[in-house]
């Protein structure tokens, strides 16, 4: 998939996203589990919304991504607010050489862009290395339920004056995945003309207990799994886990 112009689009369409519900339950079970430390690695932190977020919180945040786009969008934001925020393109599957963390989280249901199993289990173990002794891990993933009856075979619209897009789900490769394709329609304020470009996405999840069970096979001990932002364990209706791991 290609993130060159959505890159630039993203904050837009993310506007509506509950940043700092991630925020405040990054910093709950922190607290529950008296992580003292403040070294925060945010993988596939895409235009850095978060790392921005967590670094106006105090933490000593480092950024990483795969999309080039991304990490410009994010290191300009993070220049104006004043902070210095290192961000780097890397692999989170393939991920090297940036030291131990305190905390390291994947958000936003990043996760659910590798599409084999063989990818979601490198990235706990390279996590697992990048983590200090008994530090967090923590990560948050659409639900089987979410992917098979939200979004399997809906469209989604948005028609503004600026910015239109058509956004179709249709069932993908593996089980428990979706493509979205997406077509956006920007317009080009010189011209007044609009531009399309078009956008594939594609996403996989896996059960609890598949998760759960990469985990402990990676070293983690599993804390909490938790549903939608809050304390509560999930129901077949959940629609966003949160695992919550120790190193």
């Given at each position: ?9 993203y ?18 079970k ?48 993070a ?40 990818t ?24 089987v339920y ?12 948005m ?35 609009y ?10 999840t ?5 998760y ?21 364990a ?10 919550i791991?120790?190193?």
């Amino acid at each position: 998939m290609s993130y060159e112009r959505f890159a630039y689009l993203y904050d837009e369409l993310m506007r509506d996203a509950p940043y700092e519900q991630w925020v405040s339950f990054v910093k709950e079970k922190l607290k529950k589990y008296e992580i003292e430390g403040s070294s925060l690695l945010d993988l596939a932190c895409g235009t850095g919304e978060l790392s921005v977020r967590f670094a106006i919180e105090g933490f000593q945040v480092t950024g990483v991504d795969l999309s080039s786009d991304m990490l410009t969008v994010a290191q300009t934001k993070a220049l104006n607010h004043g902070l210095k925020v290192p961000f780097y393109l890397q692999n989170m599957a393939e991920l090297e050489g940036l030291g131990q963390f305190d905390v390291i989280g994947i958000f936003c249901d990043s996760l659910n862009y590798l599409s084999s199993e063989e990818t979601v289990i490198q990235t706990f173990s390279k996590t697992f290395q990048h983590l200090k002794k008994d530090a967090i891990f923590i990560f948050d993933v659409h639900s089987v339920y979410k992917i098979n009856q939200i979004f399997m075979d809906q469209t989604f619209t948005m028609n503004e004056d600026h910015l239109a897009y058509i956004w179709n789900s249709f069932p993908g490769e593996f089980p428990n995945s979706v493509e979205h394709e997406l077509s956006f329609f920007v317009l080009d304020e010189q011209s007044g003309k609009y531009d399309r470009f078009d956008e594939l996405h594609q996403q996989r999840t896996f059960s609890i207990e598949q998760y759960s069970n990469w985990l402990v096979e990676a070293g983690f001990e599993i804390l909490e799994i938790n549903a939608d932002f809050e304390t509560k364990a999930p129901n077949p209706e959940s629609e966003r886990i949160f695992f919550i791991a120790r190193k």
